[in-house]
């Protein structure tokens, strides 16, 4: 079992910034797929971010030039800077990791953020 632990959430005004925080068991994130998903009130789970085990980060078109994936290996931390925020970026933040290998799938409880306007 991988436990994952969000933290960094908050409540900020349009056009700030934030930082989240994914703490993880050694080596997890050095050799997982490591991702930060969002689900808004009333919408379904999409995917904002992920860096693989290689260091290559993909994101979703509503958030490329305003967040930035990155991840600590030795710290076994990922990070998602969140700048110019939007009221449409309010979302319970979920940080993913996924093991390519085995397919298994881990999630953190959630960290909320609210945006507003």
């Known amino acids: 079992q991988v436990e994952l632990a969000e933290s960094g959430g908050g409540l900020v005004q349009a056009g700030g910034s934030l930082r989240l925080s994914c703490a993880a068991p050694?080596?997890?994130?050095?050799?997982?797929?490591m991702g930060w998903y969002r689900q808004a009130p009333g919408k379904q789970l999409e995917l904002v971010a992920v860096?693989?085990?290689?260091?290559?980060?993909n994101y979703a078109d509503s958030v490329k030039g305003r967040f930035t994936i990155s991840r600590a290996n030795a710290k076994n931390q990922v990070y998602l800077q969140m700048n110019s925020l939007k009221p449409e970026d309010t979302a319970v933040y979920y940080c993913?990791?996924?093991?390519?290998?085995?397919?298994?799938?881990?999630w953190g409880q959630g960290t909320q953020v609210t945006v507003s306007s």
């Open positions: 993913n990791a996924y093991f390519t290998l085995t397919k298994s799938n881990y």
């Open positions: 050694a080596s997890t994130v050095s050799l997982a797929d």
């Open positions: 860096i693989d085990s290689g260091g290559s980060a």
